[in-house]
């Protein structure tokens, strides 16, 4: 991802088209006081690992962020936004832009990740991972529970007990081969039908505020964003690209694919607003718990999960008044 | 010649047949088993007969004189011909708690009988190889079997350690596992597969419809052998309705039914 920046075609700059605001590293307050008291990230992260993590990695970000915007400010004259999700919306569907695409949701996404976590009061000794440690099945008993009722009963209706939101949280950040995260998000379901109907709410597309009633996990890859209005059709424009190419003759009376379906149907009056992101790439259990130590660094993010924080992200809930099935 | 069961007297009596020139070729082992003759009897003998407490020909017994009524037996009864102690024949039933645990298992999920399962085994000591301490293993899949021996593995550790387990408690704790584990593989399997189309990965076929596709293609050449089938046997039922010894009964058996009626309707016509 960082070399992105390099391969782009470099132009001049030219001093009147010259970018006047750009991006430093954001504050998180935990870990500045991790930073400047050089003490662990209590229960799931060394000094070091915070360093390279958000320090390092956060500032190198950052950087690829200032100087793609600087050259793409040299080449257009585009009206330029400082907010890092407006820059996403904007870049995300111009390939010439994707410098900047991905180093913003790169960064937008590490923030998210990081600010969603406290440090652990109990005593976690972070060892090393053994190859005997990959058969381990995962553990069953587990603290921090979201302590906010509102959240809770949120949880529990969407995702059956928050056991089972554990396990499906955990499990889809621990499947996660390459760089990614898993967000827990809150969905607006505004596709069903009876609701489109009902007088109350307003029509989609003429909207007032999306309804969000359901919580939901999603995971993105590498420099993915979760909004699904941006990101919707991904798979299927990639499709239609190729049949263009191939030229290839479509049968009529075949069903469309689950793509198509996904693409006509489903994001067309749908919100994901995200309420809490784990990262499971490598980079972030590699340096404390080793090659074998995923499930365990997962386990312990679980327990430095700042439920506060989340549930000040989370929209107002509008409970499902009409049960569709 | 009566049947040698004394395996101690082979080179005697092959030295013998040597002399005498029954056998013409020194054998093999001769030469061996001189050097080192077999010194025990092998001869597998029931102990009642070695101990002297029947006699090796139960007719004997039989036939004994019957001091109380004072006759001998002259012919065997039909209680004396039955066969008298058939346990002693009959295999042994082998039950083990794994198979009960096996058996309960796979009751309460008939699905894992679907999966595939390779029954193939280099030396045949897999088995030898897993440590039940956790319930994956690197030379066994999971499946039913891996709960069965978690649970065996449970109630032993529990015996050992001296704590109060049930064998269903160990049973549910080795089940709980299993599910865990299973969510854990169908996440990693729906996680690859969003992952790599992220990267770029076309599926242009699911599944099942490869499946189907692999399918259809041996019910082509079927079909054509079912409809050369089915116009043999229609034809066939066709001349068993004809009446006998007609010579055109021949030339129906290669026509279809359809061919036949339109046929009489046109001689009709004429």
Not at chain 1, 110 to 125: H, I
Request: aromatic share 10%.
């Amino acid at each position: 991802m960082y070399r992105v920046a390099r391969t782009l075609p470099r132009r001049a700059p030219t001093l009147l088209s010259q970018r006047n605001v750009s991006f430093s590293l954001p504050t998180i307050s935990t870990l500045e006081t991790v930073k400047s008291t050089q003490q662990d990230f209590k229960g799931l992260f060394s000094s070091e690992t915070v360093n390279e993590l958000w320090f390092k990695r956060g500032q190198q970000l950052v950087e690829g962020l200032n100087q793609s915007l600087e050259q793409a400010s040299a080449s257009s004259s585009e009206s330029q936004s400082n907010n890092l999700l407006d820059i996403i919306a904007q870049t995300i569907q111009k390939p010439e832009h994707y410098g900047i695409y991905s180093y913003g949701s790169l960064l937008y996404n590490l923030q998210f990740f990081l600010e969603s976590l406290k440090e652990n009061s109990a005593e976690v000794k972070l060892s090393q991972s053994e190859p005997k440690d990959l058969l381990k099945t995962g553990n069953t008993t587990f603290g921090n529970i979201p302590a906010d009722e509102n959240l809770k009963s949120w949880l529990i209706d969407s995702f059956g007990s928050i056991e089972e939101f554990r396990n499906l949280l955990l499990n889809s950040a621990k499947a996660i081969k390459g760089d990614g995260l898993v967000w827990l998000v809150a969905e607006s379901n505004l596709s069903q039908n009876i609701l489109k109907q009902s007088p109350s709410i307003t029509e989609p597309g003429t909207t007032k505020d999306p309804v969000y009633n359901n919580l939901a996990i999603v995971n993105t890859y590498n420099a993915g964003v979760v909004d699904d209005s941006l990101r919707s059709g991904q798979v299927n424009r990639l499709k239609l690209q190729k049949e263009a190419n191939l030229q290839l003759e479509i049968d009529r009376l075949t069903l469309g694919t689950a793509e198509e379906a996904e693409f006509n149907t489903l994001y067309n009056d749908k919100k994901l607003l995200p309420v809490l992101a784990i990262d499971g790439s490598m980079r972030n259990y590699l340096l404390d718990y080793g090659v074998y130590g995923k499930q365990q660094y997962l386990e312990n993010v679980w327990e430095c999960i700042d439920w506060d924080v989340v549930s000040k992200r989370l929209p107002v809930r509008t409970k499902q008044f009409i049960n569709s099935y | 010649m009566k049947i040698q069961t004394k395996a101690t007297s082979v080179l005697e009596r092959t030295s013998h047949y040597l002399k005498v020139g029954v056998l013409k070729q020194k054998p093999t082992w001769y030469d061996i088993v001189g050097a080192y003759p077999p010194h025990t009897d092998l001869t597998k003998k029931p102990k009642v007969i070695e101990a002297k407490l029947q006699n090796q020909d139960p007719g004997e017994s039989i036939y004994a004189h019957n001091a109380a009524s004072g006759f001998y037996k002259t012919r065997p009864s039909k209680h004396d011909r039955r066969q008298q102690n058939n346990a002693i024949s009959r295999l042994p039933k082998l039950e083990f708690l794994e198979d009960q645990l096996r058996d309960v298992f796979y009751h309460q999920h008939p699905w894992e009988f679907s999966r595939p399962k390779t029954l193939v085994e280099t030396h045949g000591d897999e088995v030898s190889k897993c440590d039940w301490a956790t319930m994956l293993q690197f030379n066994k899949p999971l499946d039913g079997e891996s709960v069965v021996q978690r649970t065996i593995w449970l109630l032993a550790q529990n015996k050992h350690q001296q704590t109060e387990l049930s064998l269903f408690e160990a049973y549910d704790k080795a089940r709980f596992e299993f599910y865990k584990l299973r969510m854990e593989e169908e996440m990693n399997s729906t996680v690859s597969r969003e992952e790599s189309s992220m990267y770029g990965a076309v599926y242009p076929s699911t599944n099942i419809e490869w499946g189907l596709k692999q399918e259809q293609e041996h019910i082509d050449v079927w079909a054509d052998i079912a409809s050369e089938k089915t116009k043999v046997s229609q034809a066939n039922q066709g001349r068993n309705d004809a009446s006998v010894g007609e010579a055109d009964d021949i030339v129906d058996v290669q026509k279809s039914i359809w061919e036949t009626s339109f046929e009489i309707e046109g001689e009709k016509e004429k």
